[in-house]
């Protein structure tokens, strides 16, 4: 229960590039207002755009970033909601726009065949049928989505409901409920993005920006506060506490609200996890949010990344509510179907690429599975589009506490094999697939991704396996 790290990581191992001073203020992307035209639809509009941004003062940088020049603003809708989108491409190539985590048609998706090409828009439009949680948006196109991503493209989209309203959480966007998009970037002393990569996992920068802000400070107002914290890096994984070594409370996952608070002084996301913390401050707190070194190539490094001042005068929260959801865990029967892959080296699944063409599972509709996905050498994480799942064990042992959760993406440790049981949704669409992968992006982008359809139950046998595919696959 002790600190971290102290500052400057003790020369221990490599981790920030210079000492932070916390001297710029943490950005805050903006809440997107939707367009209101009286049919009960939330109509967002976003346009995939380049522009440049100072992560250094005075030092501007060449960017991407939806309706701006960095990352994107966060989209916020209900349960039951209808949002229609308006997803317009400004770039020089070509891309896609991905709703991780979300439930829908997939045809909606976002994934590697929603293609988006320049001066193109696309117009998706679905339900929200999913319970309070964090979600985020980021580009998916074949074998491109890694530098997409690190140009800066990703942004927040949070899902609110009723069973959450009613629990006092902090939840005033940027008074007490602050987005945390974490991700590593290499910055040249010019102020420049370097896009160099390493062997085998790709971009590992070490200058970490949350919610694009280099060298950042936060300052609160309230004795208790709310931090969506994204891992939208390329490859970095984080293990997360406070310099004090302070306790804070997890209370969502990937998927959902956890069903009773849980009490930790760290916490671990890979690329694409989120945790839902709430941490308690006590009139004039000074405290820097930090990652420590973890046992593995995509985690080696001390850092820090936020320093959060609390202000001489707070306003009280309300108590954290003893129970979150009412939602029972996700479970497999007995005899659920078991499907078991392996991820080969860092570009392949089962030991096959990813091919456009090919249809590699059809799951029948609102079924639960169980998936066990055994890692062959490197650190991998596993996301899955359009499901939920239960982590039931990693190599045997269950996951901790904060992360036994509701989630749609697990870090998996070298060689070891991951459990998950897994419920799918009920859109059908025996043509156009979903896609399962490793979401450090360089592997995704190799090949280490497969696709799956979701069919009428009694459907499968005939199911065609390859699919006409548009561009390259
Ligand atoms: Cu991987």
């Known amino acids: 229960m002790s600190g971290l790290v102290g500052c400057g990581g003790a020369g221990s191992s490599e981790g920030n590039a210079a000492p932070l001073t916390y001297t710029n203020r943490l950005r805050l992307p903006p809440l997107l207002e939707p367009e209101a035209d009286g049919d009960g639809v939330r109509r967002f509009a976003l346009t995939l755009q380049t522009g440049m941004t100072e992560f250094f003062a005075g030092k501007p940088a060449a960017t991407w970033g939806f309706n701006g020049s960095y990352l994107g603003p966060t989209l916020r809708a209900r349960k039951g909601d209808r949002v229609a989108m308006k997803v317009t491409n400004q770039l020089p190539e070509s891309t896609t726009v991905h709703w991780h985590g979300m439930r829908l048609p997939a045809v909606m998706d976002g994934g590697p065949h929603q293609t988006i090409e320049p001066k193109a828009t696309w117009t998706p439009e679905w339900k929200i049928e999913q319970s309070a949680t964090t979600l985020w948006y980021h ?224 799951i029948p509709a609102g079924a639960l599975e169980i998936w066990e996905i055994e890692n062959t050498v490197y650190a991998h994480n596993f996301h899955i589009h359009e499901a939920a799942f239960r982590v039931l064990s990693i190599d045997g042992k269950a996951p901790p506490a904060y992360a036994d959760g509701p989630k749609d993406t697990v870090y998996i440790p070298p060689k070891a094999t991951a459990r998950l049981a897994v419920q799918f949704g009920r859109h059908t669409d025996p043509v156009m697939p979903y896609m399962f992968h490793c979401h450090i992006l360089r592997h995704e982008d190799e090949g280490m991704m497969g696709q799956f359809v979701v069919v009428e139950p009694g459907t499968e046998g005939s199911v065609s396996r390859t699919i006409p595919t548009h561009g390259h696959g």
Do not use: C
């Open 139 to 362: 580009p998916h196109p074949h074998g491109a989505t890694s530098m997409h991503v690190y140009r800066g493209l990703a942004g927040m989209f949070i899902i609110d409901d009723a069973e959450a309203d009613g629990l006092s959480l902090p939840s005033s966007y940027g008074v007490d409920d602050f987005p945390i998009i974490v991700q590593d970037k290499t910055i040249e002393a010019n102020g420049t993005l370097s896009e160099d990569t390493r062997p085998t996992f790709g971009i590992m920068g070490n200058h970490i920006l949350v919610n694009g802000t280099y060298d950042p400070f936060l300052e609160v107002t309230t004795s208790r506060v709310r931090l969506r914290i994204l891992n939208a890096s390329n490859a970095r994984t984080y293990h997360l506490g406070f310099s004090d070594g302070r306790p804070f409370h997890v209370i969502g996952t990937d998927s959902g609200m956890l069903r009773k608070p849980v009490q930790t002084d760290r916490v671990l996301l890979s690329p694409a996890e989120r945790a839902d913390v709430v941490v308690e401050f006590a009139t004039g707190d000074e405290v820097v949010l930090q990652s420590s070194s973890g046992d593995d190539d995509i985690d080696e490094g001390d850092f820090n990344l936020l320093k959060i001042r609390a202000a001489g005068r707070l306003k009280a929260s309300p108590a954290l509510p003893g129970k979150l959801t009412a939602a029972a865990p996700i479970a497999a029967s007995p005899g659920a179907r078991v499907r078991r892959f392996t991820l080969n080296g860092h570009d392949a699944v089962n030991k096959r690429e990813m091919d456009m063409s090919r249809i590699d599972e059809v």
